[in-house]
């Protein structure tokens, strides 16, 4: 007979409190760090899509200005949110197409880019709403853009604090509209020789 070798019983280890606290010490200190740069992280990129959808809406219209070839309205119509719409400034026009008993080309809710961004008018005296008219060229003609590098929009989010030009962490936004009906988006944060700056 051979002799029957039993197998050592290995007892399951499972973690200790005193490693369990360990670990829910670093936990806390890596969620202390983390947690605020991540919620200003999520509020600049709010920023970044309320200004996007101003820009891309304000570019449609300006495009349905020049299929049509005649004037197309842009609304911003939930000042401070970020609200739009793209309407003709008649029923009467050629500018709708189909239901000819509306206006309305296209419109954008504010939920679509972020609650949490204010958007102010400066540098320019402009209707309530804000009604911005492009014509068959896809020239401004409504209102007097301030000119240079001056913005007509610019975006923050309070709940991110102050913007970055103003020593805070927000990477606020301006929205730059000229004459010819260019349309961007900068930051007044950046030095010159960055694309993407307001200068």
Not at 40 to 62: E, P, T
Not at 121 to 144: K, R
Not at 157 to 168: H, R
Request: charged share 10%; net charge positive.
């Amino acid at each position: 007979m051979y002799p029957v070798h039993k197998k050592a019983a290995h007892p399951f280890r499972g973690f200790t409190v005193t490693e369990l606290m360990i670990s829910l010490s670093i936990l806390a200190i890596l969620l202390s760090v983390g947690v605020p740069s991540f919620s200003v992280w999520l509020q600049n990129r709010q920023i970044q899509s309320v200004a996007g959808s101003i820009v891309d809406g304000m570019h449609l219209a300006r495009s349905k200005a020049i299929e049509r070839n005649t004037s197309v309205n842009f609304v911003l119509t939930a000042l401070p949110g970020s609200a739009w719409t793209i309407k003709c400034p008649s029923t009467t026009n050629n500018c709708s197409t189909g239901d000819t008993s509306t206006s309305y080309i296209e419109k954008s809710p504010t939920s679509e880019g972020g609650s949490n961004v204010v958007v102010t008018t400066v540098n320019a005296t402009l209707s309530n709403p804000p009604t911005f008219t492009f014509n068959g060229l896809g020239q401004l003609t409504s209102p007097t853009p301030p000119g240079g590098n001056l913005p007509i929009f610019t975006l923050t989010a309070p709940k991110a604090g102050s913007c970055v030009a103003s020593g805070g962490s927000a990477r606020c936004l301006n929205i730059i509209v000229t004459a010819s009906g260019k349309v961007r988006a900068c930051d007044p944060s950046l030095p010159s020789s960055n694309l993407k700056a307001c200068t």
